[in-house]
Nanobody, 123 residues
Framework: QVQLVESGGGLVQAGGSLRLSCAAS????????MGWFRQAPGKQREFVAA????????NYADSVKGRFTISRDNVKNMVYLQMNSLKPEDTAVYYC????????????????WGQGTQVTVSS
């Protein structure tokens, strides 16, 4: 099992940047594919970014491609989401997730979830 705790959310103006962090505890962090999802009020939780176990395969939702960067540190058991050029439509609760698969995009393949961190982008 793995426990996930997100941090780094907050209020930022449009065009600004935030860096989300996800601290993982438990066993064998490097055996999990990791991802970030987000959920805006009244909407379903949606995929944002994914990174493979080794960090060599990345994938992004079209809506964040070129603005967001996912990374991981398998020594520190951390996953990050660097968010640049933020837009009001990026406002959501952001969730870190771990998959027993080496790499996953589908929400259904993620087995463990953090509690989420709020990101609010003002116009």
């Amino acid at each position: 099992q793995v426990q996930l705790v997100e941090s780094g959310g907050g209020l930022v103006q449009a065009g600004g940047s935030l860096r989300l962090s996800c601290a993982a505890s438990g066993s064998a962090f490097s055996s999990y594919g990791m991802g970030w999802f987000r959920q805006a009020p009244g909407k379903q939780r949606e995929f944002v970014a994914a990174i493979s176990r080794s960090g060599d395969t990345l994938n992004y939702a079209d809506s964040v491609k070129g603005r967001f960067t996912i990374s991981r540190d398998n020594v520190k058991n951390m996953v990050y989401l660097q968010m640049n050029s933020l837009k009001p439509e990026d406002t959501a609760v952001y969730y870190c997730a771990a998959s027993n698969s080496a790499y996953a995009i589908s929400r259904s393949l993620y087995n463990y979830w953090g509690q989420g961190t709020q990101v609010t982008v003002s116009s």
